[in-house]
């Protein structure tokens, strides 16, 4: 068995900084050493990587991608070989990506044809969460199996998008009854879509078409009250585990604080557009570049009545967003997002950001909004904890997967599509950005997959990970 060690780094965890040595035997690692330890005990290895100065932390994990994703009359442009390649160049070693059942579709038909497209593709390893686009009887008994044989414990639900993958409150309170039976966390795209529904309407009307009506027509009260019903359905449910999804708005975030506060189960995650983007910046662009930056919910005014930004900083501080994921959607300009000039209504909804993750929270510890602790416990830790993949993935411990990055943050990164992108996208919706901080080394399960600026690692690598029950509550 091919036996690494990883000398002189700083190991990083939600608990805290320390001086180690990280001996990977095979896929796993095999035992972290005090500073001096290597030498007096004689450890030897077949390649020694000299971290000195560097962080050793955790693979990253993305709890919310979209691979292939068909959707607003396209198909989201990252394949599993694409999409886990660009994440590997950005120190995530496992996707969580959304399985997708449309309404009259079969549940288990529609894992399977997740399966198929993931399956020997990935070179990082990968899980399902299960999109249920149409809740009936049958979907109904189909979560419970999912959960019991086939490793996916959370599904997905909508209460947005009316006509597409929406589902109404009646249908919501089932399907959360029966999460509460089998354990399993709902996870809720909470917009108010029958109310913006009329909005936009009302916005085409008055040919207020161009990109930035995006935002205008899906307002942050409607994802307020959209949370909040979310949460007095899960708490009527029985208390069942409820987990909101791409939070945007302030408002959404204080519905998540005082359901917390009352002890109920509701845990939410925000994504970095959430942290860093405004309508005035990115979705207002001249022309139709502000199509770039449509996605659901939208991104927020600066000039709102609050300050989104701000809230949700402090929600990932105080634990009220328990985790950063990216809802990677990838869609070109050319021939997808083109699809909706002259009609904001018909823009692909979705950025590609499965790369960039690490790079933009590490941003947050430089401009002092976050702990290095809390870097990682909302990028690795929490999202394997949340759902249950934890201790294999997540933290730098014996026994745990060999998923670690090497981090250096003396270097910079430039992301950019001359710069530093490998998404399959022809524009980044982070161009330009630069980081102080850099992705040094990637491995996954042992193997490294990226080092020296360069991609090492392999097709058919990854694989998929069967998950537990959320391990925040069992
Ligand atoms: O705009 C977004 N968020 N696209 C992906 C689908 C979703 O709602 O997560
Ligand atoms: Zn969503
Ligand atoms: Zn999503």
Same mark, same amino acid.
């Given at each position: 068995?091919?036996?690494?060690?990883?000398?002189?780094?700083?190991?990083i965890?939600?608990?805290?900084l320390?001086?180690?040595?990280? /001996?990977?035997e095979?896929?796993?690692?095999?035992?972290?050493?005090?500073p =001096?330890?290597?030498?007096? /005990?004689?450890?030897t290895?077949?390649?020694?990587i000299?971290?000195k100065?560097?962080y050793? %932390?955790?693979g990253?994990?993305?709890?919310? &991608?979209?691979?292939e994703?068909?959707?607003?009359?396209?198909?989201a442009?990252?394949?599993?070989e694409?999409?886990?390649?660009?994440? +590997?160049?950005?120190?995530?070693?496992?996707?969580v990506?959304?399985?997708?059942q449309?309404?009259?579709?079969n549940?288990?038909?529609?894992?399977?044809?997740?399966?198929?497209?993931?399956?020997?593709?990935?070179?990082?390893?990968y899980?399902?969460h299960?999109?249920?686009?149409?809740i009936?009887?049958?979907?109904?008994?189909?979560?419970?199996?999912?959960?019991?044989?086939?490793?996916?414990?959370?599904f997905?639900?909508?209460?947005?998008?009316?006509g597409?993958?929406?589902?109404?409150d009646?249908? %919501?309170?089932?399907a959360m009854?029966? +999460?509460?039976?089998?354990? $399993?966390v709902?996870?809720?795209?909470?917009?108010?879509g029958?109310a913006i529904?009329?909005l936009? $309407?009302?916005? /085409?009307?008055?040919?207020?078409t161009?990109?930035?009506?995006?935002s205008?027509?899906?307002?942050? /009260?409607l994802?307020?009250?959209a949370?909040?019903?979310?949460?007095v359905?899960?708490?009527?449910?029985?208390?069942?585990?409820?987990?909101i999804?791409?939070m945007?708005?302030?408002e959404?975030?204080?519905?998540?604080?005082q359901?917390?506060?009352?002890?109920l189960n509701?845990f939410?995650e925000?994504?970095?557009q959430?942290?860093?983007? &405004?309508l005035e910046?990115?979705? +207002?662009?001249?022309?139709?570049?502000g199509?770039?930056?449509?996605?659901?919910?939208?991104?927020?005014?600066?000039?709102?009545?609050?300050h989104?930004?701000?809230?949700?900083?402090k929600?990932?501080r105080?634990?009220?967003?328990?985790?950063?994921?990216t809802?990677h959607c990838?869609?070109?300009?050319?021939?997808?997002?083109?699809?909706?000039?002259?009609d904001f209504?018909?823009?692909?909804?979705g950025? $590609?950001?499965?790369?960039?993750?690490?790079?933009?929270i590490y941003?947050?510890v430089?401009l002092?909004e976050i702990?290095?602790?809390?870097?990682v416990?909302?990028?690795?830790?929490t999202?394997?904890?949340?759902?249950?993949?934890?201790p294999?993935k997540?933290?730098?411990?014996?026994?745990?997967? +060999?998923?670690?990055?090497i981090?250096d943050p003396n270097?910079k990164?430039?992301?950019?599509?001359?710069?530093?992108?490998?998404m399959?996208t022809?524009?980044? $919706?982070?161009?330009?950005t630069?980081?102080?901080?850099?992705?040094?080394?990637?491995?996954?399960?042992?193997?490294?997959v990226?080092?020296?600026?360069?991609?090492?690692?392999?097709?058919?690598?990854?694989?998929?990970?069967r998950? =537990?029950?959320?391990?925040y509550l069992?």
């Amino acid at each position: 068995m091919a036996r690494t060690l990883i000398v002189n780094g700083t190991i990083i965890s939600p608990t805290g900084l320390s001086a180690g040595d990280v /001996l990977v035997e095979g896929e796993t690692i095999a035992a972290i050493f005090q500073p =001096g330890q290597v030498a007096a /005990l004689g450890v030897t290895a077949d390649r020694t990587i000299d971290a000195k100065g560097k962080y050793i %932390i955790p693979g990253g994990i993305d709890v919310h &991608t979209h691979m292939e994703l068909p959707f607003g009359g396209t198909e989201a442009s990252d394949t599993f070989e694409t999409g886990s390649n660009a994440a +590997a160049w950005g120190g995530i070693t496992t996707i969580v990506d959304m399985a997708l059942q449309r309404y009259g579709e079969n549940v288990q038909d529609g894992l399977a044809t997740w399966h198929r497209k993931a399956e020997g593709n990935c070179s990082i390893d990968y899980a399902f969460h299960q999109i249920i686009g149409g809740i009936d009887e049958q979907s109904l008994k189909d979560m419970t199996y999912l959960v019991e044989h086939e490793g996916v414990t959370s599904f997905k639900l909508f209460m947005a998008y009316p006509g597409v993958f929406y589902s109404d409150d009646g249908q %919501i309170l089932r399907a959360m009854q029966t +999460a509460s039976e089998n354990g $399993a966390v709902i996870m809720m795209h909470a917009e108010n879509g029958i109310a913006i529904d009329v909005l936009v $309407a009302q916005h /085409l009307a008055r040919r207020e078409t161009d990109p930035k009506y995006h935002s205008i027509s899906r307002p942050s /009260l409607l994802e307020g009250e959209a949370t909040h019903r979310a949460i007095v359905l899960s708490k009527v449910a029985g208390n069942v585990p409820l987990y909101i999804v791409h939070m945007s708005a302030a408002e959404a975030l204080d519905e998540v604080a005082q359901a917390q506060n009352e002890g109920l189960n509701v845990f939410a995650e925000t994504c970095p557009q959430y942290l860093y983007m &405004t309508l005035e910046d990115h979705l +207002a662009q001249p022309g139709f570049e502000g199509a770039k930056y449509v996605c659901s919910p939208p991104i927020r005014s600066k000039h709102d009545h609050r300050h989104h930004h701000k809230d949700l900083w402090k929600g990932l501080r105080m634990n009220e967003l328990a985790i950063v994921s990216t809802d990677h959607c990838p869609f070109c300009m050319k021939d997808q997002k083109e699809l909706g000039m002259g009609d904001f209504s018909k823009i692909p909804n979705g950025i $590609a950001g499965v790369e960039h993750r690490m790079e933009l929270i590490y941003q947050g510890v430089v401009l002092g909004e976050i702990s290095l602790e809390r870097w990682v416990e909302t990028c690795c830790t929490t999202p394997a904890r949340m759902f249950g993949m934890y201790p294999k993935k997540g933290i730098i411990a014996p026994g745990s997967d +060999a998923d670690i990055v090497i981090w250096d943050p003396n270097s910079k990164t430039k992301i950019g599509i001359n710069d530093k992108h490998h998404m399959n996208t022809d524009h980044s $919706a982070w161009e330009g950005t630069v980081i102080d901080g850099k992705v040094d080394t990637v491995m996954s399960r042992g193997m490294i997959v990226m080092e020296n600026d360069k991609f090492t690692g392999r097709k058919g690598h990854g694989k998929y990970v069967r998950r =537990g029950l959320s391990q925040y509550l069992h």
